[in-house]
């Protein structure tokens, strides 16, 4: 049964930092690229950013790029988001999302506000 639990989502003032986790389970992690998206209020689910099996590969939406890091620990079945300088428009439900799998998680409130 494949399972993604996001966790780390939270209040942060503008410019603050938080890092987001995504803990799978229920297939192969290692072999699976992994991304995150977000969907703001009233607004479509866009891309963030994606990492390849074995983390030798990224991708970033220009919106983020530069603040926000996608890493993974594939010892740990693990993928996260490390979002520096946030601003008020990353406030958001942040998804993780199994590729191949088109598996969704159940996401993880971001809120960046003062």
């Known amino acids: 049964q494949v399972q993604l639990v996001e966790s780390g989502g939270g209040l942060v003032q503008p410019g603050g930092s938080l890092r987001l986790s995504c803990a799978a389970s229920g297939f192969t992690f290692s072999i699976n690229a992994m991304s995150w998206y977000r969907q703001a209020p009233g607004k479509e689910r866009e891309f963030v950013a994606a990492i390849s099996g074995n983390g030798g590969a990224t991708n970033y939406a220009n919106s983020v790029k530069g603040r926000f890091t996608i890493s993974r620990d594939n010892a740990k079945n693990t993928v996260f988001l490390q979002m520096n300088s946030l601003k008020p428009g990353d406030t958001a439900v942040y998804y993780c999302?199994?590729?191949?799998?088109?598996?969704w998680g159940q996401g993880t409130q971001v809120t960046v506000s003062s």
């Open positions: 999302y199994a590729n191949s799998l088109r598996y």
